[in-house]
């Protein structure tokens, strides 16, 4: 359980990183498109604490700004830093996810 | 938006929520909120966000507990551990605000009580005798207690959260141990006073002066409201 969600937290910061570079999202939003690109088994609240967390890490930053449904809501948006952790996270996910897949395979080549 | 309109905003909202997802979420609130030394605004902001997710799910028929998971406490947990700490500046300048709402406290206490004694009633004296020593001491050690009972009332409100309502005590016996507990502070403050030996050099004030030294701290605690 507890290296399952430690796996899952790294991949999650990566994939919130990607989908606010294509477009400045508020929490919930953010949840139904990780739920759309069939992340299904994660809590919706488990993004909360990863938010928090690239925000410590000035990867991203929040603004309140009203949603095209009226109220206002905090709309995250990737700086300079986060672009560059996402990058980071791109080439360390490319290198890894081939391997990790032939190995859990059964070590054949693909 | 200021953390005092997040919170009004939050208030607002939280009327929306549907009887269980009400009390969840006030748990969650409470806890997350009573933990100290964290970034007041950070903190607002992001239970305004939880409030605001858990609001739009309702909507989709689905609860707190779909939402955030079965354990709550441990959710907020990690939430808690997320959220940046309160800068230092913001953590003494309340620190200090607490201290001098405490003397504005006592001081207004002990000098109306003493001129009311004297000028009313015709007890006491003018004019008290004090020790520069013991007086410093006393209020050193009153403040340690002050801080204390706040961290314990504090870590006392945070205990009765997320209780199944079957496993919650009575109101009447958390009364009873609140009053209890205050109860034994106040004594120990007048304890303080009395056992304190006198040491130090020794100085003589009419009991009055404590009522313009008590309005005093009070404005200088209002300079630092933010």
């Known amino acids: 359980m507890k290296t399952r969600s430690q796996l899952l937290k790294g991949v999650l910061e990566g994939c919130i990183l990607a989908i606010i570079r294509e477009e400045p999202a508020y929490g919930y939003e953010l949840s139904v498109k990780l739920h759309e690109h069939g992340l299904t088994n994660i809590s919706e609240g488990s993004i909360y604490p990863i938010l928090l967390r690239l925000q410590k890490e000035h990867l991203i930053e929040g603004h309140m700004q009203p949603s095209p449904s009226g109220p206002r809501r905090k709309y995250y948006h990737l700086t300079d830093a986060g672009h560059e952790a996402l990058a980071n996270f791109a080439e360390h996910w490319n290198t890894i996810k081939g391997p990790v897949d032939s190995i859990i395979k059964g070590g054949r080549e693909q | 938006m200021r953390a005092k309109e997040l919170i009004k905003l939050n208030n607002e909202k ?101 001129s009311a004694m004297y000028y009313i009633f015709g007890f006491g004296d003018r004019t008290q005798v004090y020790h520069l020593g013991s007086s410093i001491a006393i209020m050193i050690i009153n403040v340690l207690i002050v801080f204390g009972v706040i961290y314990f009332v504090l870590e006392w409100i945070k205990s009765s959260t997320f209780k199944e309502e079957n496993k919650k005590k009575p109101s009447w016996v958390e009364f009873l141990q609140l009053w209890l507990v205050m109860t034994l502070v106040t004594g120990l403050f007048f304890c303080v006073v009395y056992f304190m030996p006198p040491f130090g050099m020794k100085f003589t004030l009419p009991t009055i002066i404590f009522i313009p030294i008590g309005i005093g701290t009070y404005l200088i605690s209002l300079l630092l409201k933010d």
């Open chain 2, 14 to 114: 939280q009327k929306q929520l549907t009887e269980e997802n009400a009390k969840d979420y006030e748990d969650m609130l409470t806890y997350i909120r009573l933990s100290s030394s964290k970034s007041e605004q950070q903190t607002e902001e992001i239970l305004l966000e939880l409030l605001d997710h858990a609001l739009l799910a309702q909507k989709e028929g689905k609860s707190i507990r779909d939402v955030f998971g079965a354990d709550l406490k441990s959710y907020s947990q990690d939430v808690i551990e997320e959220i940046p700490e309160e800068t230092k500046k913001k953590q003494i300048k309340f620190s200090f605000r607490l201290l001098l709402l405490f003397a504005t406290v006592t001081s207004l206490f002990s000098g109306i009580v003493n």
